[in-house]
């Protein structure tokens, strides 16, 4: 009966080194990790301006493109307009 809680207790303090060493390299990975997404934080952000001159620079086209549409609606609603008045 004492061989086996000798054996236990030798068991026992195997599996405790074991997890002791299996938390420290979770640990490092864990902060190998973060630094990690630290850095892609960082590049997104210096993209952030990139995308907004993008994101006003379509805003201003669309709004251009917009414009010229109505005109040149108007234009053709004017020049059909014309053309039915004349006809009755």
Known sequence: METLSIILYVLGSILMVVLIILVVK?????????????????????LNGLFSAIDYTTNKLSSVSTRTVDAVVSLFNKIFKRERDEEE
């Open 26 to 46: 979770l640990i490092g990975t864990v902060d190998k990790i973060n630094e990690m997404a630290d850095n892609i934080n960082k590049k997104v952000n210096s």
